[in-house]
């Protein structure tokens, strides 16, 4: 897709070190193309030149460990030399957007910038010796770890017209040398990661925090990439502890860095909660209801009882955004209900944290539920589940040796036979992830597969490993329905059929970028999550670099006549049951994906979701 934008956009060019000899001809092509606002000629610190990298690039590789992104930025250190180097900050008049592949993902990015730093790679050598800023963001979020000012604040100290002279700057990376205040920390923030203050925000920011709480809870859209943007060191060495420091004015600071992901709360609701935060006092803090909610499922939820500042609090809240909620609704079960009916009204749910340093009342959640495996209703009928647990899918007879408690195992079942060999897969349920045990490299295939899958239709992979008879991989919760359950509720209505056939595209449309064919996608291995559809069961995909053998009955009915494996075909079978001839239109776009000859079947999914938009449109008319 094209997009031209109606206004000017500012960008920079950075040209490290060892392609300062091309610096002259790559200036003259930039004239060319863009208005120069300024050149700069930057000096970092020697001794402190990976600290710089390392900030400079946190935002695109926080996926990395610590160790990962260290060696990384020394190949990088060593690629694009140390020593000064020039940024050019340049006025795009007419910026043009189109999709790019980067690292994998389609982006929509300014062309003009993009194209010119490709060139100009090209030009010194190949490689990544030129570095560029795709969108206003990322610019944004450069200038203000190179130069210490957001966009908005460089344009008013430097908004003339350039003169040919070059700026010599001898500064680090904005928080290197430490930050000079609480002020400057959020500054930086405010410009680079989406982020929340959670709570005791009053002193902010002439203060940390106060006596009561000697700590600053911060919510992230990423840990690593907050940890890394800020220098903040772990505190304790457990993966999952998430204490950090960081120092201002040459005093530790001490953060709780949460982030969505991390079942402090629903990531749904985590997410929720950073989109509707509020700007004030120079920082971002929540709104009044997710401040309410999100401390009110604190207090209730990860402390065993609730205190009396949190009470006065609570209350306080309450009232400035018309809640009735009174002292004594603490201890008679009125707040819990009145946070229980919050959370199923918008689909969230309680999680046990992965911190394990937090608390979960699980008594106070059960007295509420009856059963804390329930997490959230879903109507008054029906619920939706923490896990499912059947016990005729449970053969202890299998060879795979017991890697957890017999109480955690939920599944244990032979899969197939092939060339002598018996392959089996257990399951256990271990509260807050699933681990999958799997003859020989099954597990690990699939860790591998959903490893190159991202979103919300696919399961995260948590961890993975191999030993020498069976391999593991461990797999967030999906806490969810199975589709048959969901299948009424789908097609009760044409708005929310067609949703679900986009989104079942969607997940094609994924799984045929990364080149992957799941081969077995049936109702039996999708579940409904807050009213998407998550794909589940890759041990058996295959994809041109990964081939394996395939199991007799694997597909069953959901495979084409002719027996070959065809993802769009399985889906189709998917849909014809859900649809279950409801909608005769969306019946007719699902006939194409399920047509049994293999040259008249349709599958490609771009006129596959124009058929299904003009489907929806057509079943509306005939509501």
């Not at 043009?96 to 980067?102: E, G, H, T, V, W």
């Not at 940890?227 to 060495?237: H, I, M």
């Amino acid at each position: 897709m094209e997009l031209t934008s109606e206004t000017c956009e500012y960008h920079l060019f950075l040209i490290w070190p060892h392609a300062r000899d091309k610096y002259r001809a790559i200036l003259a092509d930039i004239t060319q193309q863009f208005a120069i606002v300024q050149v700069f000629k930057i000096h970092w610190n020697n001794e402190k030149f990976i600290s710089n990298l390392t900030r400079f690039y946190s935002h695109s590789q926080n996926h990395l460990d610590t160790q990962s992104l260290q060696h990384l930025m020394l190949e990088k250190m060593n690629h694009c030399g140390t020593g000064p180097f020039y940024v050019v900050v340049v006025k795009d008049s007419h910026p043009l957007y189109r999709d790019r592949n980067i690292q994998g993902k389609s982006k929509s990015v300014n062309i003009n910038t993009y194209d010119a730093k490709d060139k100009y790679r090209t030009m010194t050598g190949g490689g990544h010796r030129i570095h560029a800023t795709n969108t206003p963001h990322e610019f944004d979020q450069d200038i203000i770890l190179l130069l210490g000012l957001n966009t908005q604040d460089f344009l008013k100290q430097y908004s003339g017209t350039w003169h040919g002279n070059i700026r010599e700057i001898h500064r680090n990376i904005t928080g290197v040398d430490g930050w000079k205040s609480l002020t400057q920390f959020f500054y930086v923030l405010n410009s680079c990661i989406d982020y929340v203050v959670l709570r005791n925000f009053e002193c902010l920011p002439e203060r940390a925090y106060t006596n009561e709480h000697q700590d600053l809870d911060l919510l992230a859209s990423n840990q690593n990439f907050l940890a890394y943007l800020s220098g903040a060191e772990k505190v304790f060495p457990e993966d999952y502890r998430v204490h950090y420091r960081i120092e201002i004015k040459q005093q530790p600071i001490f953060l709780d860095c949460r982030y969505v992901g991390d079942n402090y709360y629903d990531s749904d609701w985590e997410a929720a909660l950073i989109s509707k935060r509020v700007y004030r006092d120079g920082f971002y803090r929540l709104d009044q209801e997710g401040y309410f909610y999100s401390l009110l499922y604190h207090a209730l939820g990860h402390k065993p009882e609730v205190s009396k500042d949190y009470r006065n609090e609570l209350t306080r809240i309450a009232q400035s955004i018309d809640i009735g909620i009174s002292l004594a609704d603490f201890d008679n079960g009125t707040a819990l209900r009145l946070l229980t009916t919050y959370l199923a009204h918008n689909n969230y749910r309680y999680v046990r944290p992965n911190d394990l340093t937090v608390g979960f009342n699980q008594t106070a959640l059960a007295d509420e539920f009856g059963n804390s495996e329930i997490i959230a209703s879903k109507s008054p009928t029906r619920k939706i589940n923490a896990g499912f647990r059947d016990s005729d899918q449970i053969d202890l007879s299998g060879p795979l040796p017991h890697i957890m408690q017999k109480g955690k195992l939920i599944s244990s079942r032979l899969l197939a036979k092939e060339g002598g060999i018996e392959y089996w897969s257990c399951l256990y349920d271990d509260d807050k992830a699933i681990y999958k045990q799997t003859t020989l490299d099954l597990a690990q295939r699939e860790a591998s597969f959903l490893s190159a899958l991202e979103g919300k239709y696919f399961p995260k992979v948590l961890n993975s490993w191999s030993e020498r008879k069976y391999s593991v991989v461990v797999l967030e919760k999906v806490f969810g329905e199975p589709l048959k359950a969901a299948a009424g509720d789908i097609n009760e209505h044409p708005e929310r059929m067609f949703h679900f056939i986009e989104d079942c595209l969607s997940i094609l449309c994924e799984l045929k970028e990364k080149g992957i064919v799941h081969r077995d996608i049936r109702s039996e291995n999708i579940l409904m999550r807050h009213g998407r559809p998550v794909l589940i069961d890759f041990g058996w995909a295959v994809s041109e670099r990964h081939p394996y053998f395939a199991p007799k009955r694997l597909g069953a009915s959901g495979r084409p006549p002719d027996g070959s494996f065809c993802d769009v075909y399985s889906m189709g079978k998917v849909l014809e049951q859900v649809n279950a001839r409801r909608y005769p239109r969306f019946g007719e776009v699902i006939r194409l994906m399920t047509e049994p000859d293999v040259y008249l079947r349709m599958t490609d999914l771009a006129s596959l979701e124009i058929l299904c938009a003009l489907a929806y449109t057509k079943e509306l008319q005939h509501e």
